[in-house]
């Protein structure tokens, strides 16, 4: 029985697209992993295998966000059938050995079915009692097809054949003698649930008997291969059906865990005071296009250091974005939020916002600037390059780019000549595009072609120097506000003497 949760019938790893390698890393999601598993090892495996798989089908997108939707409004009842499911998963651990018989390996195989059918019913139970307040297709779905497929009366028959198999009165095997006094046509007969008794004139006896002596190793070998050959069908089909019940419990903890992640941090981040909303997915081939309200990096406000600020920008139509402004404006966190909301929009999850909309793309890219690394091959314009290849080597053209301070290890003149041309390229191939830049040189370029489908940002700074830490529409500026660091450094500004007090 397929799980569904993840994704409606027929929804396959085609619906998917192709992320950039660095991804999680320059968006720095792991935070975001590791708030949504908790302790949970198994629940950061799966959510960081999940997340960055970026759905491409807005019904998709829109059947697990219902989903989501559903767990957190019963946080309880998910995590209570996320716990079940880890249970039975564990619940398939007995091993049968080479000199095990064939009675001892029905017998391991039986022990675990039975478990598995008391989480079947503890599963169909939980969906049965909660299932009035599903909204989502998934879960309903998930409920219905519970109660449909491991009914009560279902199970209660399983239970009496798996109870028989015990053989507390023995078994009945019925076999033709084959060729070269083999056997053959082997039949395990159904077993009964009381002792057989012949009838005759002396009253009620025993059947007829025969018995194999210790020393009669070719009798016994005889009528073990005739035990063996028909009991290892029967365990062979009881092992079956328990791979298939655990197979079908292991693909519920998978889906679930995603889920719990989801509710576990729905409950973070609007325990911290910050609003969550589920975005408006628009499809493909609609136009490069995004507009939100209070937008915030997730990673920032999980780190808990101090209140963020939310970003309000109205992008639709535009394909190019380009933000520039003063240093430590908050142009970097923009950019991580942005990447960050279009990966958990197409995960099918919320996003840190008061509203969001944009459309899907096939594959989402970052190219950050790197720290200092003595592991570097090349020196470092050369890695950049190197590394700027593999990224367009991989974009296709229904992408979306962030470039974080490209080139910034080369002179401005050189970094636009290399810069320029590629964004050309991109644009031309219809990728979208949101880069921060302190490149003037390159920036004033492509303000002045005056394009429709371009939009430019700049840092907030007020006239005392602060920072707002908001985005502001604005062309670029040819000052990088060089003094304001300085006096925040020195605390004064540096054309007279520092005050000696």
Request: glycine share 8%; hydrophobic share 40%; with cysteine.
């Amino acid at each position: 029985m397929r799980v569904n949760l993840l994704g409606p019938a027929g929804w396959g790893l085609s619906q998917v697209g192709e992320n950039g390698k660095t991804v999680a890393d320059d968006l720095e999601l792991s935070i975001v992993y590791g708030v949504m598993a908790g302790a949970d090892q198994f629940i950061r495996t799966v959510v960081a295998d999940v997340i960055p798989r970026s759905l491409t089908d807005p019904n998709a997108i829109e059947y697990r966000q219902r989903v989501v939707i559903d767990s957190c409004a019963n946080p309880k009842l998910v995590r209570e059938l996320y716990a079940i499911a880890t249970d039975a998963v564990g619940a398939r651990r007995w091993t049968v050995g080479r000199d095990r018989g064939a009675r001892g390996k029905l017998y391991l195989s039986l022990e675990p079915l039975t478990k598995l059918i008391g989480f079947l019913r503890l599963v169909r139970s939980r969906c049965e009692l909660n299932s009035s307040s599903f909204r989502s297709e998934g879960l309903a779905g998930l409920a219905d097809r519970l109660a449909g497929t491991f009914g009560e009366e279902y199970l209660t028959e399983l239970e009496r054949y798996l109870d028989a198999l015990q053989f507390e009165h023995g078994f009945e095997i019925s076999a033709e003698l084959g060729s070269e006094g083999g056997i053959a046509n082997t039949v395990l007969h159904e077993p009964r649930t009381q002792p057989r008794r012949r009838q005759s004139v002396f009253g009620q006896r025993e059947r007829h008997t025969i018995e194999v002596t210790d020393t009669d190793e070719s009798a016994k070998q005889f009528v073990w291969r005739l035990v063996g050959k028909s009991l290892d069908r029967v365990a062979d089909v009881v092992a079956h059906v328990t791979d298939v019940i655990v197979d079908f419990f292991q693909a519920l903890r998978t889906e679930l865990a995603f889920f719990v992640g989801c509710v576990n941090l729905s409950e973070r981040l609007q325990g911290d005071g910050y609003a969550v909303c589920f975005p408006h997915p628009l499809p493909q081939g609609s136009g490069a296009s995004f507009s939100f309200r209070s937008l915030r990096d997730p990673a920032l406000c999980l780190s808990g250091v101090s209140a963020v600020e939310g970003n309000s920008v109205d992008g639709r139509g535009r394909q190019l974005t380009v933000v520039t402004g003063a240093n430590s404006g908050g142009k970097s966190t923009f950019l991580r939020s942005l990447g960050a909301a279009q990966i958990m929009m197409q995960a099918g999850m919320f996003v840190v916002a008061e509203a969001y909309e944009a459309d899907i793309r096939d594959g989402i890219f970052t190219h950050f600037r790197l720290q200092d690394d003595s592991s570097m091959t090349y020196g470092r314009l050369k890695e950049e390059l190197v590394r700027m290849r593999d990224l367009t080597n991989r974009i296709k053209p229904a992408s979306m780019v962030l470039w974080n301070e490209p080139f910034a290890s080369t002179s401005e003149r050189e970094a636009t000549e290399i810069l320029a041309p590629i964004t050309a390229a991109l644009l031309d191939s219809g990728v979208k595009v949101i880069v921060v830049t302190h490149l003037y040189d390159f920036a004033a370029g492509l303000s002045d072609r005056q394009r429709a489908t371009d939009l430019f940002l700049r840092a907030e700074r007020l006239p005392d120097g602060s920072r707002t830490f908001r985005l502001k529409t604005g062309a670029p500026a040819t000052t990088s506000h060089a003094l304001d660091i300085y006096r925040g450094i020195f605390g004064h500004d540096g054309d007279s003497e520092p005050d000696q007090t």
